[in-house]
């Protein structure tokens, strides 16, 4: 089973700045399945990015994925304040498993 | 517009049982694989269980295989998670989560609000 790594733990930016999240995959990931959800306090989790780098709909293009193998990134361009919530990256292929998550926090 | 309502949660005592549902609308249910996924509190996303659209194939995570099982009923757009021998382990919120295809390989494009399970005597 593939496990996903994320870092760093905590990030703490200010708004305007630009955010970058890094996803570890313990082995290569295949074919850039891989996404990125956001969750909010209180929320459900919502999908932002999926196959490493497309944007699901509605999702601001300030959110951005690259990456292949075993080393993804989830980029934020310019912090909005609705931005501040916790990312999960996902690989959904062989397993259905989720990093542990990154907090972006002001 | 896709929803995905669960319903079913609540206190339960360490041994007993539990049936979630969750009542979609706004796609074709039987076109898409559906999952439950939880988060116990203050922690991260464990995915749970899996099935097709048809339902003739599931899966269930090596934590919860023997004692959780996931189910559909096509005619009437719902999903269920039947929960038994429920632990304090269980004690999450659990998330209905609906596939990008039919099987796989799909992400999760829209999630329902969750239902919270507590396990607790």
């Known amino acids: 089973e593939i496990v996903l790594t994320q870092s760093p733990g905590t990030l703490s930016l200010s708004p305007g700045e630009r955010a970058t999240l890094s996803c570890r995959a313990s082995?290569?990931?295949?074919?850039?399945?891989l996404a990125w959800y956001q969750q909010k306090p209180g929320q459900a989790p919502r999908l932002l990015l999926y196959?490493?780098?497309s944007r699901a709909a509605g999702i601001p293009d300030r959110f951005s994925g690259s990456g292949s193998g075993t080393d993804f990134t989830l980029t934020i361009s310019r912090l909005e304040p609705e931005d501040f919530a916790v990312y999960f990256c996902?690989?959904?292929?062989?397993?259905?498993?989720f990093g542990q998550g990154t907090k972006v926090e002001i | 517009e896709v929803q995905l309502l669960e319903s079913g949660g609540g206190l339960v005592q360490p041994g007993g049982s539990l049936r979630l549902s969750c009542a979609a609308s706004?796609?074709?249910?039987?076109?898409?694989?559906m999952s439950w996924v939880r988060q116990a509190p203050g922690r991260g996303l464990d995915w749970v269980s899996a099935?097709?659209?048809?339902?003739?194939?599931?899966w269930h995570a090596d934590s919860v295989r023997g004692h959780l099982t996931i189910s559909r009923d096509n005619s009437k757009n719902t999903l269920y998670l039947q929960m038994g021998s429920l632990t304090a382990a269980d004690t999450a919120i659990y998330y209905c989560?609906?596939?990008?295809?039919?099987?796989?390989?799909?992400?999760?494009?829209?999630w329902g609000q969750g239902t919270l399970v507590t396990v607790s005597s």
């Open positions: 989560v609906k596939g990008s295809s039919r099987s796989r390989p799909y992400y999760f494009d829209s």
């Open positions: 706004g796609f074709t249910f039987n076109s898409y694989a």
């Open positions: 099935i097709t659209g048809d339902g003739g194939d599931t």
């Open positions: 082995q290569s990931v295949s074919a850039g399945y």
């Open positions: 196959g490493t780098s």
């Open positions: 996902q690989h959904y292929a062989d397993s259905r498993t």
